[in-house]
């Protein structure tokens, strides 16, 4: 059971807007920063969003981040083929000593 | 730009402790802008924070983890460790090391490394 709750699964054709959640607490979300990481198939994750709205460069502007209250949302745009991933939110927790919190993760098909 | 390649066993015996090593390159682990961190994901599951540590030796460790867990630097090889003790099935996981400036910011990644635990 992940601190952080995604919904496991998304889908969305070529070209459309898809949205993934990413709820959180007082305590994770609510009082610090989200990020965001793009897993494709087999290999390491990618840093995608930080600061809860920011690209690194070199990430595409159709991704773009949101944060209200204790909940977070990764948009993507323009849905392309290569989008098709899992993609997790993280954020620090300050409760249990403080610890770095993911959610488990959502698996992005591209239909 | 900074690269990180993990190493060490892929199969460790339970009970035993699992070491993992990972070499840093383009820039040097006494930086005072990085921590050095691990990630781990057991097959098909989720991301798991495990821990980091600065150049200086401060660490931070999950708390689920942190009784058997130790994350340490040797600044002279650009190298940082981990050393995961009383290891079980449930410990089998591709581990990552990756630096992090801030809580929850990780950047890059190493290509990660299976270790399974079994006998």
């Known amino acids: 059971q992940s601190v952080l709750t995604q919904p496991p699964s998304a889908s969305g054709t070529p070209g459309q807007r898809v949205t993934i959640s990413c709820s959180g607490s007082?305590?994770?979300?609510?009082?610090?920063?989200v990020y965001w990481y793009q897993q494709l198939p087999g290999t390491a994750p990618k840093l995608l969003i930080y600061?809860?709205?920011q690209r690194p460069s070199g990430v595409p502007d159709r991704f773009s981040g949101s944060k209200s209250g204790t909940s977070a949302s990764l948009a993507i745009s323009g849905l392309r083929s290569e989008d098709e991933a899992d993609y997790y939110c993280?954020?620090?927790?300050?409760?249990?000593?403080?610890?770095?919190?993911f959610g488990g993760g959502t698996k992005l098909t591209v239909l | 730009q900074l690269q990180l390649q993990e190493s060490g066993p892929g199969l460790v015996k339970p009970s035993e402790t699992l070491s993992l090593t990972c070499t840093v390159s383009?820039?040097?682990?006494?930086?005072?802008?990085?921590?050095w961190g691990w990630i781990r994901q057991p097959p098909g599951k989720g991301l798991e924070w495990i821990g980091s540590?600065?150049?200086?030796?401060?660490?931070y460790y999950n708390p689920s983890l942190k009784s058997r867990v130790t994350i340490s630097v040797d600044t002279s090889k650009n190298q940082f460790s981990l050393k995961l003790s009383s290891v079980t099935a449930a410990d089998t996981a591709v581990y990552y090391c990756?630096?992090?400036?801030?809580?929850?910011?990780?950047?890059?990644w190493g290509q990660g490394t299976l270790v399974t635990v079994s006998s």
């Open positions: 600061r809860n709205n």
């Open positions: 007082s305590s994770n979300i609510g009082s610090n920063y």
């Open positions: 540590i600065y150049y200086s030796g401060s660490t």
């Open positions: 993280a954020a620090w927790d300050d409760s249990l000593s403080g610890c770095v919190v």
């Open positions: 383009g820039g040097s682990i006494s930086s005072s802008s990085y921590y």
């Open positions: 990756t630096v992090t400036t801030t809580p929850g910011w990780f950047d890059p």
